[in-house]
């Protein structure tokens, strides 16, 4: 996820609590902007000294301190921010494709959201924008874009204050003019540590030292309840949103670590009760420690096993995956249609894999698979499934696997169907041999095989059509 590329979607992220949300937002259709001085971020909370410079003349003016408290005093009092959060879409073959959107900031929701009791309001960035600019008065500013975070910055590379202009138009226009020409660096740098936010602002400058306010009733979009929120907020938030008809609702749920996002059908999924369940007394006897010692030690046996069965048919597993290689270049060949090849031991049946270390049952001290998957396109209807895969036994045995298979896509479940599967034992020392012989260039068998089949339109080149290799 770290290298995959990332678009900026044309969405902004608001969070809040419900009682905020349902209250006032939605209630008023305004979104607040708060003071500037308000903010976390010492950089913006605390007061910054710029240059001051004045002429020949007018040096005997008085400076220093007192001008600084009064530009920052003005500042302060005049600068309204409001906080969004960007939305950042990631590819679909991406683990998890929505870890960086606007709603699943899990920090965002425990700070802003209320503990994920909350909400996040979605708006469209270029219609919030424009009621911003919109609401702004002659003698307003308004700015807005996306925050820069900076590991360290000595002061904000801002350009200076003459205290001539001070005399000449008093300090609240030349803050306002300071304000507006260095915007960038007061307003959208903060430190590194706030980088999680991924924020967006928007920024006024007006008379007023009260809070003001964006409406917000043409771009709101979206509404995504945190993933505690209380059921009995509902007819509240459903009551609110009805000035909003095209906005639509979502609810995230959060399982093993991810959030995952389900379309709202009126009610929030109640949170599992603990199982009470009582377990029965485990296989082994002994105290805890002892166990837990007994469990340590099979997991260092096991690893043991695997380092070295891994070691001895280094040769085999290569020769597997050049087999699977020439595979792959030949089903290649059929057009319409997408190959792959990764490293999963398909091809062993569930009843004979490895099992856990300590677990009774047959020892496998090491196992490696490669399928070679093939999918009709545009949109995968059918896929084809050609499997090898080598297994380590004791006293320096070996099993070998091989499977052809096929699913189809229908409008009730999927239809599985084995084709072709072989397994065969085999000494180690005879791995390099068999394994050549069984994937590799001496054997056209899996080839034959994944031609053979004729209910699925995978479209074929016509070298491929042979008839099946016997099953014996």
Known sequence: MATAPRTTTSHLFHYTNATAAIRHILATGKLRLSPYKSTNDLWESQPHYPTL??????????????????????????????????????????????????????????????GHTGVCLRFDRDKLVQSLLEHRGPASLAFHGPVRYLRSQDGPPTRGIDVGQVAEFRADAVALAYAEANKDSLFFRKHIDWDSEAEYRLILLNQSTDFDYVDIRSALTGIVLGSAFPQEQVNDLLEALEPYPGVTVEYLQFLNRRL????????????????????PAARREGSLAERLMALRDAETAANARRQAAETFIQEASEYLEEGAARLVLQLALWSGTRV???SRITAVPEHLRTRSPG???EVIHYERGVPCVVENLPRPSHTLTAAAAIQVLDDEQLRLHAVVETEQRLPDGINRQEHWRVERKIDAADAQAAVAAQYGCGSRQPLRACSAYGHCPLKRPPTCNASPPPTG
Do not use: M
């Open 53 to 114: 410079s004045a002429h020949h003349d007018q040096r005997d003016l008085d400076a220093g301190f007192p001008l600084w408290d009064e530009i920052d005093r003005q500042l302060g009092l005049h600068t309204k921010v409001g906080c969004l959060t960007q939305d950042v879409a990631l590819p679909s073959r991406v683990f998890n494709p929505d870890a960086l959107r606007g709603c699943a900031h899990l920090s965002l929701w425990a700070h802003y959201g209320d």
């Open 260 to 279: 995952h996002c389900f379309p709202f059908e009126g009610s929030v999924p109640r949170s599992r009760s603990l199982s009470t369940q009582s377990w």
């Open 340 to 342: 792959d090849s990764y």
């Open 359 to 361: 677990v009774p049952g």
